[in-house]
């Protein structure tokens, strides 16, 4: 089935659940926390670090010692605790946001019921997609270790109280590393190491991909950097100016290594991209006012002080780290952070496969 979320090889912003409303859901115990919401506002790395931050004192966290956003991470730590007292709590909080994914994964399974799913940017083969698709793939942080699993087993009970079929979930490994993973697929040429980027919101994570002949051996990583400059009161030229830094740095970095690096560079970014370019959301977007081909243009600036001719690709997050998953058939990954990613496999532009 041809996917309506993808136009040529760019997936579309229209894909978004994060705004996706939740209506004419069964009833189930959620409902009067839920109905007329939108996706976002049930499920969230900051509502869970909310959740956590009312029942601190039960999970024996102290808030002062614990940056917000490592919450999460102690929410892990305190489902393998041996106090009873903390354990209970973290599988209580891992319960209710494992059955609230169930609750937005059955929407999108279900499908437009009734036509009261209020939706204006999907037609009705959007929503025959999401209800055709067998895998879901959970990525990014929340869906690690004994969370991820609590995740899973809430939402195939979701799916089984509100008698549906559910997706074949899926919970992901080394979830830290799959953008630089998946955007080394993109890579054409038969050089034996390319540079390879993950520019994140919080972070960019930076790597040389080696490959043999059409496989992807291993990534060596280098010092992941601060993303800088997203913010709004900063403009386009100064986070340009970073941009190219983390760059020409890394290419330094590598030389210094005696890695002989290819003349292709692929990028997974923060950002959807159309044709080339940033499409107008997002921090990374004001890139898009330095020119109306973002690669043409970081291949000349490039050049110019390095004296080496690059290549770039630019692809949008999660369809990068979807392609690690493009030999499982009609899937879809979904990325749990500060909201939802997505991305779908897009066998006929990822070039590379993992390992022999």
């Known amino acids: 089935m041809k996917n309506p979320f993808l136009k040529d090889e760019y997936l579309l912003p229209e894909i ?68 009873e007292k ?26 437009k019921i009734n036509h009261k799913f209020e939706r204006n940017d999907w037609d009705e083969e959007r929503f025959k997609y999401w209800e055709n698709l067998e895998n879901v793939v959970l990525t990014g942080g929340l869906s690690t270790g004994l969370l991820g699993e609590i995740f899973k087993n809430n939402i195939y009970k979701i799916f089984k109280e509100l008698n549906l079929n559910p997706y074949n979930i899926h919970l992901s490994k080394n979830s830290q590393n799959l953008g630089l993973s998946g955007v080394s697929m993109y890579i054409k040429e038969n050089s034996k190491a390319n540079l390879v980027f993950d520019f994140g919101q919080s972070f960019i994570k930076r790597g040389v991909a080696h490959f043999n002949k059409d496989f992807l051996e291993k990534i060596t990583h280098l010092e992941k950097k601060r993303s800088k400059y997203l913010q709004s009161n900063f403009d386009e030229v100064q986070l340009d100016k970073y941009f190219q830094k983390v760059i020409i740095d890394s290419y330094i970095e590598s030389k210094e290594k005696n890695l002989d690096i290819g003349n292709e560079i692929a990028i997974s970014i923060a950002n959807y991209i159309i044709d080339k370019n940033f499409f107008h959301r997002g921090g990374y977007s004001k890139l898009g006012k330095m020119s109306n081909d973002y690669e043409k243009y970081l291949s000349e600036e490039i050049y110019k002080k390095t004296h080496k001719e690059f290549n770039f690709k630019l692809v949008h997050d999660g369809t990068a780290i979807a392609a690690n998953f493009k030999n499982l058939n009609n899937s879809v990954s979904i990325s749990l952070g500060t909201g939802f990613g997505i991305g779908f496999p897009n066998t006929s532009v990822c070039n590379k496969k993992v390992g022999q």
């Open 86 to 111: 903390v354990k209970k709590t973290s599988e209580i909080i891992a319960e209710k946001f494992g059955r609230r994914l169930g609750i937005i994964l059955y929407v999108l399974k279900r499908g």
């Open 16 to 83: 978004s659940l994060n705004k996706m409303p939740l209506v004419n859901i069964p009833n189930i115990i959620e409902i009067n926390e839920i109905e007329n919401k939108t996706a976002y506002e049930i499920f969230s790395a900051e509502q869970i670090i909310n959740e956590i931050k009312i029942y601190a004192d039960d999970l024996k966290i102290n808030l002062l010692e614990i940056e917000e956003r490592d919450l999460p991470i102690q929410l892990n730590c305190c489902l393998e605790s041996n106090d």
